[in-house]
T-cell receptor, first 114, second 113 residues
Framework: GAGVSQSPSNKVTEKGKDVELRCDPI?????LYWYRQSLGQGLEFLIY????????KSGLPSDRFSAERTGGSVSTLTIQRTQQEDSAVYLC????????????FGDGTRLSIL | GESVGLHLPTLSVQEGDNSIINCAYS??????FIWYKQESGKGPQFIID?????DKRQGQRVTVLLNKTVKHLSLQIAATQPGDSAVYFC????????????FGTGTLLAVQP
């Protein structure tokens, strides 16, 4: 389809393991965002990529979290040494360049840390 | 261990009635607002947006009202249908270099047939 695609849709892993979450934005969207949604909560901003500019990492909760965006398209969010409090749904969104552009979301990756 | 339940504000309406979902935003510098609909197991779906230079915007069966004086946003859904049942989030964008959205906690809309 033409929407934001995220994989895997579900991930279960043991505490202490590293995980990688992938996001394919909508074609033509130059801005890409990661958010986290804990059970029953609103979305919490994590990181923002815009073109070739330095990403805004101000929402990353700890240095165990990192993200990259290769070739201005696909993005990977990596969580190292996972903890139980990292369990959440990780959502990716993309938008056209510029302020006040609506962000369109994928269906997220549901991460469960045992 | 004890489980923590969800305590989302809930709006229960009859099918065919109009629904009004309210949201208070936090930052007077915010210049862009969006309403999203989120169904179980899905990502947020864009419904409608409004810029701070407007006080009303209409879409198909939906209207968003913005009151900057009291920092209040509302979403009106006309002739509510069972398919409208979902959690609705408002989000604000403070502007600037990063278009990060600040989300409210959400309202659960339950449409009774």
């Amino acid at each position: 389809g033409a929407g934001v695609s995220q994989s895997p849709s579900n991930k279960v892993t043991e505490k202490g393991k590293d995980v990688e979450l992938r996001c394919d934005p909508i074609s033509g969207h130059t801005a890409l965002y990661w958010y986290r949604q804990s059970l029953g909560q609103g979305l919490e901003f994590l990181i923002y990529f815009q073109g070739n500019s330095a990403p805004d990492k101000s929402g990353l909760p700890s240095d165990r979290f990192s993200a990259e965006r290769t070739g201005g398209s696909v993005s990977t969010l990596t969580i190292q040494r996972t903890q139980q409090e990292d369990s959440a749904v990780y959502l990716c969104a993309s938008s056209f360049w510029g302020s006040n552009q609506p962000q369109h979301f994928g269906d997220g990756t549901r991460l469960s840390i045992l | 261990g004890e489980s923590v339940g969800l305590h989302l504000p809930t709006l229960s309406v009859q099918e065919g009635d109009n629904s009004i979902i309210n949201c208070a935003y936090s930052n007077s510098a915010s210049d862009y607002f969006i309403w999203y609909k989120q169904e179980s197991g899905k990502g947020p779906q864009f419904i409608i947006d409004i810029r701070s230079n407007m006080d009303k915007r209409q879409g198909q069966r939906v209207t968003v009202l913005l009151n900057k004086t009291v920092k209040h946003l509302s979403l009106q859904i006309a002739a509510t249908q069972p398919g409208d049942s979902a959690v609705y989030f408002c989000a604000e964008n403070k502007g600037g270099a990063t278009n990060k959205l600040i989300f409210g906690t959400g309202t659960l809309l339950a449409v009774q047939p």
